[in-house]
């Protein structure tokens, strides 16, 4: 896939992950310094945008995004979750690539039991890292990736 093509399928999106996050200077954005640790600063700076009537995307490069799994979100996660939502809360509810942001605490409670229940029944285990990320890309990304192009090529064909 080209630069060019990978821009145009650009996708639209109101919240982004922390992974890779790309802001034009002229843009004039800040990231929140009062946003409690650094989760969900992605989704933040995302409705900042919105809020200055700019637009979020996605360009679809791959990432590997090699960490240490965790078994369950971080006390300092659920904080940041609290602050964004009295920060946003005319526009809830939003949708973040962890968790929904709504008036209630329902995705917290949702998160423990379920996270509580899955490590009873030892199926909470988190993945581990990958250690050699090239290896990865060619022996299961990039089959899909290929996969995906032709997909791709076929619904431009027809």
């Known amino acids: ?21 790309v802001l034009r200077r002229s843009a004039d ?4 310094e009062r946003l409690p640790g650094f989760h969900l600063y992605g989704t933040d700076i995302c409705l900042e945008a919105e809020a ?19 078994k369950w979100l971080p006390m ?21 690539p962890c968790t929904k942001i709504i008036a209630g605490c329902t995705p917290i ?15 909470n285990k988190p993945g581990c890292r990958v250690t050699n990320p090239e290896s990865f890309y060619v022996e299961r990304l990039a089959p899909t990736i290929e996969a995906f192009k032709h997909k791709q090529t076929y619904h431009e064909e027809h």
């Open 52 to 70: 200055h009537g700019m637009r979020n995307y996605v360009v679809p490069p791959f990432v590997l995004h090699n960490s240490i799994n965790i």
């Open 1 to 21: 896939m080209s630069i060019r093509q990978a821009f145009a399928a650009l996708l639209g999106r109101r919240s982004l992950d922390e992974m890779l996050l």
């Open 109 to 123: 409670i949702n998160h423990i039991l379920t996270t509580c229940w899955s490590s009873i029944r030892g199926k």
């Open 76 to 96: 300092s996660f659920w904080r940041a979750y609290m602050y964004l939502r009295r920060k946003w809360k005319n526009r809830l509810p939003i949708l973040t």
């Open 29 to 32: 954005l800040f990231f929140d």
